[in-house]
């Protein structure tokens, strides 16, 4: 009886064997077949697209990013300005779309690919844990930051209140009291203008705070692209990808120059953040074109870089657009103001986040 045991225990173990053996050809070759597309892999005809993509996807970049930053002269176009408004939130909902219908779904498609084992790839949504932990880490960095310019700020200006308020007795502010009336004398210290002065240096923080983050978010997805297109040798990918990216990037960089223009850096810094925008894909696709002998679309090490990065990246696109951009506007006093704004802002927002979603049918 024990022999027979034995002998079962030996035929399952060897079956269980040649099945994961069988298993792990057949997965294989199917990531091989993936990987080579018969008729669309051409490597020359491959590498010229690849270097009109760098010099297209550099200029349009440039020119998205630049675009806000250009038109201040413009009254028209000025950050206090009703059309300025519509256009970011026109922009907000491409970022917003870029994060829900592109990035996020790259990652779920690389992270459930059936070269990639099971257990654990297959068994929990690290894509969505992965972009909810981005989120949560994006608020945290957010925050901290905030607190900490806010509270360097108030240190500066010498004040312990909350809020930055000064506090001022009544010989400062000039007041007499009689028969219990106050008679204000009108020459009040020009620090009685604290709490203004405070409101607008944190304000501008935050603005700053939101700019580098989102570039931070953008610039990662970024370079994940550029080398996912410089690596490729399918042709028939490719060619649409380059319109599409083309497109993409000088939206989202409109998106990006209108925050960098509300930050108000110094021209240094404006000109640091354009350029890493700009130059992320196009480096990447450099970096992908030297790595193509070496890197594999398919190869499970690539699919999970790839696509964690990618989720990290949905995560942070997706918090900064629906916290810094649309809910920081639609909550602020110029759209509170006017529901007419407000609606006008809505179908912006709307046709930027339809269109990027419709263009997820190409890119």
Not at 26 to 45: P, Q, R, T
Request: with cysteine; glycine share 8%.
């Amino acid at each position: 009886m024990a022999t027979t045991s034995k002998n079962l225990q030996t035929i399952l173990f060897t079956f269980f064997l040649l099945i994961s053996i069988f298993s792990t050809q057949v997965i294989s070759e199917e990531c091989e077949a993936e990987a080579s597309e018969s008729h669309c892999v051409n490597k020359s005809y491959a590498l010229t697209l690849k270097w009109i993509a760098f010099a297209a996807i550099l200029v349009t970049s440039m020119i998205g990013v630049c675009l806000p930053l250009i038109t201040r002269s413009i009254p028209s176009l000025h950050p206090d300005k009703d059309i300025f408004m519509i256009v970011k939130a026109f922009a907000s909902g491409i970022i917003l779309s870029t994060g829900f219908m592109h990035v996020l779904p790259d990652s779920f498609d690389m992270l459930s690919s059936s070269c990639l084992p099971e257990d654990p790839w297959h068994k929990f949504p690290f894509p969505g844990f992965v972009a909810m932990l981005s989120a949560i880490l994006t608020l945290m960095v957010d925050s901290i930051f905030t607190s900490f310019g806010s509270r360097k700020s108030r240190s500066v200006s010498g004040s312990d209140q909350p809020n930055g308020a000064v506090v001022l007795n009544d010989s400062e502010m000039g007041v007499t009291k009689n028969d219990n009336v106050m008679h204000f004398h009108g020459h009040a210290h020009s620090h009685s203008h604290g709490p203004m002065v405070e409101d607008a240096e944190t304000k501008l923080l935050r603005y700053r705070v939101i700019a580098m983050v989102l570039e931070l978010g953008i610039v990662v997805h970024s370079v994940v692209i550029g080398l996912s297109l410089g690596a490729s040798m399918n042709t028939c990918t490719i060619k649409p990808l380059v319109a599409a990216l083309c497109f993409h990037q000088m939206f989202e960089g409109m998106g990006l120059g209108g925050s960098i223009l509300q930050a108000e850096f110094k021209f240094l810094k404006k000109a640091i953040m354009v350029f890493f925008f700009s130059a992320t894909t196009p480096f990447g696709i450099v970096i992908g074109i030297m790595l193509s002998n070496v890197y594999k679309e398919n190869s499970p090490n690539s699919l999970i870089i790839e696509g964690l990065l990618n989720a990290s990246s949905a995560g942070l696109l997706i918090y900064m657009a629906m916290v810094d951009l649309l809910a920081q506007d639609f909550m602020g006093p110029k759209l509170q103001g006017s529901i007419k704004l407000q609606l006008k802002c809505y179908v912006a927002v709307l046709l930027g986040a339809g269109g990027m979603a419709l263009m997820a049918k190409w890119a």
